[in-house]
Nanobody, 114 residues
Framework: QVQLVESGGGLVQAGGSLRLSCAAS????????MAWYRQVPGNQRELVAL???????TYADSVRGRFTISRDNAKNTVDLQMGSLKPEDTAVYYC????????WGQGTQVTVSS
């Protein structure tokens, strides 16, 4: 059974930091492209950051320079370090694993107060 479990969300003031973590089980983690997405009610889910198997990363323009994605293939985890947070970063953040199949976590709420 495949599981992606996010943690680390919460309420933070603007300018603060949070670290999200996603623990994967039931997949050959090192073969998967891992990504973080976010979604605001009424909007489409959008890509925040992505890390491929060789460690190369891609970021949305809105978070580049503030967020850092990393993966630990030994622990089957992918993290998102978020800094200089803004109210517009408020969303539900989802972890995604993609290779032959695609899997999503259940999401974790991040709220940034002004």
């Amino acid at each position: 059974q495949v599981q992606l479990v996010e943690s680390g969300g919460g309420l933070v003031q603007a300018g603060g930091s949070l670290r999200l973590s996603c623990a994967a089980s039931g997949i050959n983690f090192s073969r998967y492209v891992m990504a973080w997405y976010r979604q605001v009610p009424g909007n489409q889910r959008e890509l925040v950051a992505l890390i491929i198997t060789d460690g190369s990363t891609t970021y949305a323009d809105s978070v580049r320079g503030r967020f850092t994605i990393s993966r630990d293939n030994a622990k089957n985890t992918v993290d998102l370090q978020m800094g200089s947070l803004k109210p517009e970063d408020t969303a539900v953040y989802y972890c995604k694993a993609q290779w032959i199949n695609t899997y999503w976590g259940q999401g974790t709420q991040v709220t940034v107060s002004s």
